[in-house]
């Protein structure tokens, strides 16, 4: 909907409730999902790697965190 948008005629006011009543009236319902897939592949990936990246900082954080504890009970 973004693309149809912003490649409309100069001049031609265009909003979101007609886009999408166009799309549903010349492509059906199944219109509206369309370019799903290839942003799905494109968005996943770093969807993981944002995950992983915040697992590994966590399990370091806590380490340091349980290192710095055993570091002050030695002293006590």
Do not use: C
């Amino acid at each position: 909907m973004k693309t149809r948008m912003m490649t409309a005629p100069p001049g031609r006011t265009v909003s979101m409730s007609f886009i999408v009543f166009s799309i549903l009236q010349h492509e059906g319902p199944l219109g509206l999902f369309k370019g799903a897939v290839p942003r799905f592949f494109w968005i996943a990936p770093l969807g993981a790697m944002n995950f992983a990246g915040y697992e590994l900082a966590r399990k370091a954080m806590d380490k340091n965190e349980e290192a710095a504890r055993s570091a002050v009970s030695e002293k006590s």
